[in-house]
């Protein structure tokens, strides 16, 4: 079971930029893809990013529309979540995921373990 921890964010202003990560702990990280995810209250939880196990295939929510990028170090069993020109709409808790398989999806249902979740929240 992977034990994944999320952090980086807060409370930021209109056109700010974060840098959201996830530590990952277990073993052989670079066999699991990742994927970040937001949830606002009383909202589903909505796919966000997802990269593949080797950090070459990316896919992203068509909402994204260049503003985030996703990357990883396999290395330091980290994943990243950088967020540019922030709008109020992207307030939200944002979680890691991780996928038992290297290839990236963009369904909820293929991911198994779960972080905790980093409150974003975007003033205008």
């Known amino acids: 079971q992977v034990q994944l921890v999320e952090s980086g964010g807060g409370l930021v202003q209109a056109g700010d930029s974060l840098r959201l990560s996830c530590v990952a702990s277990?073993?052989?990280?670079?066999?699991?893809?990742m994927g970040w995810f937001r949830q606002v209250p009383g909202k589903e939880r909505e796919f966000v990013a997802s990269?593949?196990?080797?950090?070459?295939?990316?896919v992203y929510a068509d909402f994204v529309k260049g503003r985030f990028t996703i990357s990883r170090d396999n290395g330091a069993y980290v994943v990243f979540l950088q967020i540019n020109n922030l709008r109020p709409e992207d307030t939200a808790l944002y979680y890691c995921a991780s996928r038992r398989g290297p290839f990236v999806s963009k369904l909820e249902t293929d991911f198994g373990s779960w972080g905790q979740g980093t409150q974003v929240t975007v003033s205008s």
């Open positions: 277990g073993r052989s990280f670079s066999t699991y893809a």
């Open positions: 990269i593949s196990g080797s950090g070459i295939t990316k």
